[in-house]
Nanobody
C-alpha cells in the first residue's frame, strides 16, 4: 500500500507564502512524476504543477506560473510546492499525486491539505 501524506497548509493573507510538502511511504515506491492538484469549494479538481524525476522537468498551470515552484527529492519520494504571492483564488484543498506508469494516470493521492488565502 502506498501512502501520500501532505503537510504545510494553513491560512495566510493575500501576498503571503506557504510551502506544502508531500511524502510517499509504503511498499517499494517509484514514480516517474509527481504532481499537485487543488480543489476549491464547488469546483472540480484542477492541475497545479508536476515534476518529472528523470530530468527534473516541471510544468505549471497558467494560473500559478511565476508564483508557485515545485521541487522534490526522488530518492526520498518527497515533493514540495512553494507558493508565493498567494491570492484569494488560490484558496482550495491541495492534493499530492503520483503517476502510475502501468495505468498512465495519477493513481495515488494524498488526503489533501487546506490552503486559505484571505484578502
Amino acid at each position: 500500500q502506498v501512502q501520500l501524506v501532505e503537510s504545510g497548509g494553513g491560512s495566510v493573507q493575500a501576498g503571503g507564502s506557504l510551502r506544502l510538502s508531500c511524502a510517499a511511504s509504503g511498499r517499494t515506491f517509484s514514480s516517474v512524476k509527481m504532481g499537485w492538484f487543488r480543489q476549491a469549494p464547488g469546483k472540480e479538481r484542477e492541475f497545479v504543477a508536476h515534476i518529472r524525476w528523470s530530468d527534473g522537468f516541471t510544468y505549471y498551470a497558467d494560473s500559478v506560473k511565476g508564483r508557485f515552484a515545485i521541487s522534490g527529492d526522488n530518492a526520498k519520494s518527497t515533493v514540495y510546492l512553494q507558493m508565493n504571492s498567494l491570492k484569494p483564488e488560490d484558496t482550495a484543498v491541495y492534493y499530492c499525486a503520483a503517476w502510475s506508469v502501468a495505468l498512465s494516470r495519477y493513481d495515488y493521492w494524498g488526503q489533501g491539505t487546506q490552503v486559505t488565502v484571505s484578502s
